[in-house]
């Protein structure tokens, strides 16, 4: 099972970025999907998940409004589109994908996890 994400790079605060996480090895359709963030110093922490049916989709209170996942069951590969970029959100940006995840974003520690691309919000 790989997940490998893409997409990060430097922009400009106010600036967008779309991360793409493209999943192979497991059938996404049956998998709930998170994206979680590290920043320098801090912990891991999770931004957005949902779950394998779309039946929830959960944001963390500072993507609310600014970032939107989403997946495309045809080509095994989710979304994380960020817009309204802070350097606050600055991290190395990680997805995961689990068979059992709750609403608040637990239970990816024991599904897959890919390596990470690092955003850079600056000017």
């Known amino acids: 099972v790989q997940l490998q994400a893409s997409g990060g790079g430097l922009v400009q605060p106010g600036g967008s970025l779309r991360l793409s996480c493209a999943v192979s090895?497991?059938?996404?359709?049956?998998?709930?999907i998170g994206w979680f963030r590290q920043a320098p110093g801090k912990e891991r922490e999770s931004v957005s998940c949902?779950?394998?049916?779309?039946?929830?989709?959960n944001y963390e209170d500072f993507a609310l409004g600014r970032f939107t996942v989403s997946r495309d069951n045809a080509k095994n590969t989710v979304y994380l589109q960020m817009n309204s970029l802070k350097p606050e959100d600055t991290a190395v940006y990680y997805c995961?994908?689990?068979?059992?995840?709750?609403?608040?974003?637990?239970?990816?520690?024991?599904?897959?996890w890919g390596q990470g691309t690092q955003v850079t919000v600056s000017s």
């Open positions: 090895g497991i059938s996404l359709e049956n998998y709930a």
């Open positions: 949902f779950s394998s049916s779309n039946r929830w989709t």
């Open positions: 995961a994908a689990a068979k059992r995840a709750t609403y608040d974003c637990s239970g990816f520690d024991r599904g897959y």
